[in-house]
């Protein structure tokens, strides 16, 4: 069975860190493109920053570039979300999503909340 946990969300404030981070079990986590995906209140669900399963570039979301940083750790078959300089508008629940691009096999966390706020 696959399962993604999220972990690392919590209260912070406006200018401060936080590093998300996201285990997954029962996947070749290498074979997966990992990405982190989020959803504020009242807006539509967010690709925040992306990593391909074997070398190639990461993206992000305009909004966080610069400040987020995405990485994963195969032997750990772990995805992290490094997130900088958080602002208010980064009050989400973050998700974390695997993709195996050949099969088309997606799966999704139970997400992650985070809050920035004074």
């Known amino acids: 069975q696959v399962q993604l946990v999220e972990s690392g969300g919590g209260l912070v404030q406006p200018g401060g860190s936080l590093r998300l981070s996201c285990a997954t079990f029962?996947?070749?986590?290498?074979?997966?493109?990992m990405n982190w995906y989020r959803r504020a209140p009242g807006k539509e669900r967010e690709l925040v920053a992306g990593?391909?399963?074997?070398?190639?570039?990461?993206n992000y979301a305009d909004s966080v570039k610069g400040r987020f940083t995405i990485s994963r750790d195969n032997a750990k078959n772990t995805v992290y979300l490094q997130m900088n300089s958080l602002k208010p508008e980064d009050t989400a629940v973050y998700y974390c999503?695997?993709?195996?691009?050949?099969?088309?096999?997606?799966?999704w966390g139970q997400g992650t909340q985070v809050t920035v706020s004074s």
């Open positions: 999503n695997a993709v195996h691009g050949i099969f088309n096999y997606i799966y």
């Open positions: 990593m391909p399963s074997a070398g190639g570039s990461r």
């Open positions: 029962g996947l070749t986590f290498s074979s997966f493109a």
